[in-house]
């Protein structure tokens, strides 16, 4: 999910911000961000009300 560690970046928000913020864990992050891992459908609609944008955005 290439898309996903875009967006923190560009909102200048820390894999622990984000972690905390929606509740999920920093391995969480960071295995989505390097394709190990792939978040649920509402997993990935929580992180995607949180930056304000699409999840094709994440995708």
Do not use: H
């Not at 560009?10 to 622990?16: D, F």
């Amino acid at each position: 999910m290439k898309g996903l560690k875009i967006q923190r970046i560009k909102k200048g928000v820390t894999q622990e911000a984000l972690a905390k913020a929606t509740a999920l864990t920093v391995r969480q992050i960071r295995s989505y961000e390097q394709g190990q891992r792939n978040p649920k459908p509402q997993t990935l609609e929580c992180i995607a009300k949180y930056f304000g944008c699409t999840i094709d955005e994440l995708l």
